[in-house]
Structures are given as C-alpha cells and as structure tokens.
C-alpha cells in the first residue's frame, strides 16, 4: 500500500522560513517523480513544485527563487524549503507521486497522494 504523509507545517511570520517533508513508502521511490501542490482557503489546488527522479526539477512562477524542492532517495523522501514566505503562500501543502517525467502537474493526474500539511503565513 502506497503512502504519502506529510510534515513540518505550522505558523510561521511573514518573510520567515519551513520546511516541509514527505515520506513515501510502498513504491519504487527512486524511480518516481515527486510534486508538491498547496490549496488556499477557498481557492482551488494549484502546482508548486516537482523533481524527477534524477533531481530534475521545475517550479511555478509564483515560488520560483523562494522554494527549493530536493530529495534523499536513500530516506525515500522529498523536502520543500520555503523560503522568504507571503502571507499569499497560506495554503494546505500536499505531495503526489507520478510514475512520469515531466509530471503531469494536474493533482488528478498523479498517481498517490498525500493528505497534506497546513503551512499558515501571519503579518
């Protein structure tokens, strides 16, 4: 059975750092790429970041510089540090797994999911 669990959200203040985990078990980890998403309060989910599973990696526009998106295949895990954090960056944050390169960046297009981890942003 496959699983995705997140970790290492909370509160942080603006223009302050997290990091976020996630743990995988029941798959071949190192061949699968690895997406984080986030949903906002009533907005919908939207892509963030992926890495491949070579270390490849791509970003949306809206992180790109603030985020860095990693992995230790070893750990069977992947890291999201965030860095210089808005308030526009308050979201629940999710992991999914693809067994695609580039990934399909559409949360219903991955294959497992997590449940995700609440990253709150105060000013």
């Known amino acids: 059975q496959v699983q995705l669990v997140e970790s290492g959200g909370g509160l942080v203040q603006v223009g302050g750092s997290l990091r976020l985990f996630c743990a995988a078990s029941g798959l071949t980890f190192s061949s699968g790429a690895m997406d984080w998403f986030r949903q906002a309060p009533g907005k919908e989910r939207e892509f963030v970041a992926a890495i491949g599973w070579s270390g490849g990696t791509y970003y949306a526009d809206s992180v790109k510089g603030r985020f860095t998106v990693s992995r230790d295949n070893a750990k069977s895990t992947v890291y999201l540090q965030m860095n210089s954090l808005k308030p526009e960056d308050t979201a629940v944050y999710y992991c999914?797994?693809?067994?695609?390169?580039?990934?399909?960046?559409?949360?219903?297009?991955?294959?497992?999911w997590g449940k995700g981890t609440l990253v709150t942003v105060s000013s």
């Open positions: 999914a797994a693809s067994r695609k390169w580039p990934t399909p960046l559409l949360w219903g297009a991955m294959d497992y």
